[in-house]
């Protein structure tokens, strides 16, 4: 597993989130930065008003404040299925998405590991979908990257929307699939 930081437990995408509700410049995702583009992320960065309020938590917290509710989950992700962090490992960003086709959307989680290792679990909302588990995790430029191989899975805003979701992209940086946020929750 990557280590990205100790004590990771947030989004620093909830700033870039606002920051996207003004006239802001569109910020595109840069899934292949090198090592010295990626940026690590040492603490909960949200945005509250004017000020950035940095929060500090660890794995075993025993009761992790979210901000957002999704439906069906507990602080290690899904109740069912296999988008849920290991015993011990804290889910600190969960989201439900949608397709807007008659595809499934999908369930996703990033978790927090001891020793400061984030990967990231996620399937097709569907059952018997045997999900995905991503170790190769990062955070960049305000977004989540998960990447296997050639596929990148990014947590981060929907530019066209300006909405938080999902971007699956394939061989080449191709899109396959871009998946607006129906329900999120995140670790504060």
């Not at 927090?112 to 996620?122: P, S, T």
């Not at 899109?175 to 999120?184: D, H, I, N, Q, T």
């Amino acid at each position: 597993m990557k280590k990205i930081a100790p004590m990771v437990c947030g989004l620093a995408l909830l700033a870039s989130v606002a920051a996207c509700g003004s006239n802001d410049e569109a910020r595109p995702v840069n899934a292949n930065a090198t090592s010295s583009e990626r940026t690590t992320v040492p603490s909960v960065v949200t945005e509250t008003s004017t000020e950035t309020t940095t929060v500090t938590a660890s794995p075993s917290s025993a009761s992790p404040h979210y901000v957002g509710h999704v439906d069906n989950t507990d602080s290690r992700g899904f109740l069912s299925g296999p988008a849920r962090c290991d015993r011990g490992d804290l889910a600190f960003l969960v989201m439900r998405t949608e397709t807007g086709t008659s595809k499934p959307g999908s369930r996703v989680v990033l978790c927090h590991a001891g020793g400061g290792e984030v990967y990231y679990r996620g399937a097709r909302d569907k059952r018997g979908d045997k999900g995905i588990t991503v170790e190769d995790v990062f955070h960049t430029r305000g977004d989540w990257v998960a990447q296997n191989g050639e596929h990148h899975y990014v947590i981060g805003l929907l530019e066209d929307i300006g909405k938080v979701g999902l971007t699956i992209s394939g061989p080449g940086n191709v899109v396959l699939s871009e998946e607006p946020e129906v329900e999120y929750a995140y670790v504060k």
